[in-house]
């Protein structure tokens, strides 16, 4: 952007990016027959943005940038307590709506007992038969497989299919989706009390 950027066209543009990246989600969702992956999905949605606001940027580098971005997580403070803790006591499986190089270098955090990927499953969380690959893996019943999210995509299907939903809101946001979690909490540490009375 040049001498244009400031801080707030920065999240004005990130905030329309976020929508239009959330409807290109929704869109690969429903699509039964044509599964996109999360580079394709990046790459549009940049095309579109930079379209809107007459950015001459090349959308493929920007999506190159995303996915390497990715690649960098960091650790919520409480996420290696309940990894070692609940890992001792429950099997813990990875489900993430990503590409499979999004996640390199994912095992020298936890050894999980499963990592289920969209782009191996070839359907995004908004999908019930991505979660239907969950419940078929471990072969039980939905009500007793525990889903822990952030987002609605987390607990829409998984609470059509019967299983517990449990919404992190590390950000105490409100709930808008119809489709309601069984659980609320703001940390990890919570679910590990709710463990530990269980």
Request: aromatic share 10%; glycine share 4%; proline share 3%.
């Amino acid at each position: 952007m040049g001498e244009k950027y400031d801080s707030r066209l920065a999240r004005q543009y990130w905030d329309r990016a976020t929508e239009i990246l959330m409807d290109k989600f929704d869109e690969a969702a429903a699509d039964l027959k044509r599964f996109k992956n999360c580079r394709t999905i990046f790459q549009e949605t940049y095309s579109r943005v930079f379209q809107e606001i007459n950015l001459d940027f090349d959308p493929a580098s920007a999506a190159e940038v995303l996915i390497e971005n990715h690649k960098k997580y960091h650790l919520f403070s409480d996420t290696r307590e309940f990894l070692d803790t609940a890992g001792h006591r429950l099997p813990i499986c990875l489900a993430s709506d990503c590409d499979i190089e999004m996640i390199s270098g994912i095992d020298d955090l936890f050894l999980f007992d499963h990592i289920f990927i969209s782009e191996i499953l070839r359907s995004y969380k908004l999908n019930q038969a991505f979660f239907k690959h969950i419940i078929g893996h471990y072969q039980i019943e939905p009500q007793n497989i525990l889903h822990i999210g952030d987002s609605k995509q987390d607990i829409i299907c998984p609470s059509q299919l019967g299983m517990v939903t449990c919404w992190i809101n590390r950000r105490n946001e409100t709930w808008t989706a119809p489709v309601k979690p069984d659980i609320e909490v703001k940390s990890l540490s919570e679910i590990l009390d709710l463990l530990s009375a269980a």
